[in-house]
C-alpha cells in the first residue's frame, strides 16, 4: 500500500475544496437545512462537469473509471462542508450496475449517471435491522415476461431524489437486485424525517410495480454476495464523509477557542480546552487512517474491506460524536443557538452514530471476523 496521495488526487482534493468553498459554505447548509425538501440539480450536473459523478463510472461508459480512493478524496472533503449531493449514493449504485448488470443495462445507465442527468440510489433496508439476505421481505414476482414488486424499503439515501433505485427483493429461495426507474407506476418516495437534514433519505414503497425482467441485475437469487459487498462499500465512503465532519467540527471549535476570551486570556490557552481539542485530533487521525485503509481494500485486498469497514466505520462514529458535541461545548452558549453552525454537526455525528450499524455493533463484528481467522 502506497501511504501517500498522487499528484491528481490533491488536485481533486483541491478542486472540490475551492468548489465547496464557494457553492455550499456553512451559511448556505445552514438555510437549506431549513428546508431539504430538494435537490441542488444545477449544483449536482456542475460537479458531474468536473467528473465528481462519473469518478467510478468505467470509461467506456463515460466516467472517469477512478477508484475507491479517489472517491473516499472526494467524500472526505464533501464531509467537511456537509455537502448534501448524492455522490455515495450514486456511487454504490455505479458499483452495483458494474458489477451485477449486463453490457445493456450498464449501456442504459451509466452514461446518463456520469453526465449528471440520472441521479440513482441502492434500496436494501427494510423494517428488521438484519444485515443478511434474511431481512429481505419484499418480493419478486414473475409474470409473463415481466417482474411484480411488492414491499417497502427503508432510509434509502437520497431515495426521495432518485431518477433510478436498484431495489433488492426476494425471489424464490434467494434475493435479486432491480433497475427501477422512480416513476414506475406503483413507486413512491415519502422523504423521512431525520435528525440531519444534510443526510436525506426516504422510506420507497413498491405497491405491484411492474418491471421487465431484463430489468434484473445479475441471475435470479443472486445477488446478496454481491449486496454484502455494496453494504462494505457504504459502510466506508459513509465513514470517510464523518471523518471530513469531523474534521471541519474540530478546526471550528479550535478558531473558537483561539478567540474567545476569559480571565482575559483566549480559553484556548487553558489544559481543559487545550487538552481536549488535542485528543479529539488523535481520534480523528485514528479513523482517517483506517478509512483510508479500507477504501484501499475495497480495490486491493477485498477479504480484508469488511473488517476494516467495520473498525473505520465505529472509530468514525465517535470522533464525530465527540467533535460535534465538543464543538457545542466550546462555543458556549452561543453553540446552543440556531445560528452557530455547531449544531449542524453534532447532529451529523448523532444520525450518523447509528446509521449503517452503530459502534458497538461494528466492533462486535470485528471480534467474530477475529475469531474466525
Known sequence: MDFGFTPEQDALRAQARRLLDQELPLDRILAWSADPSTLDRALWKKTAVLGWAGLTVPEAHGGLGLGAVDLIVLLEEMGKSLCPLPLASTDLAVAALVA???DAARAAWL????AGDVVATVAIAE?????TADGIA??????????VLDGAKLFVSDGQHADLLLVAAREGRGTSLFAVPADTPGVTASPLVVVDATKPAAEIRLAGAVVPASARLGGIGGAWPTLARLLDRQIITHAAEMVGAADAALRMAVEYAKVRQQFGSPIGRFQGVKHRCAEILCDVESARSLVYYAAWALDHAPSEA???ASMAKAAASEALDTAGEECVQI???????WECHAHLF?????????WLGAPDEHYERVMRSLAQA
Not at 452514461?111 to 456520469?114: H, M, T
Not at 462555543?331 to 443557538?337: F, K, L, Q, S
Not at 453534532?346 to 447509528?354: E, I, L, N, P
Open 127 to 131: 423494517a428488521s435491522d438484519v444485515p
Open 111 to 114: 452514461p446518463g449517471i456520469a
Open 138 to 147: 419484499a418480493t419478486a414476482t414473475a409474470r409473463g415476461g415481466d417482474v
Open 331 to 337: 462555543h458556549g452558549a452561543i453553540g446552543y443557538t
Open 346 to 354: 453534532y447532529k451529523r455525528g448523532r444520525q450518523s452514530h447509528v
Open 306 to 308: 469488511p473488517a476494516y
Open 100 to 102: 451485477l448488470g449486463d
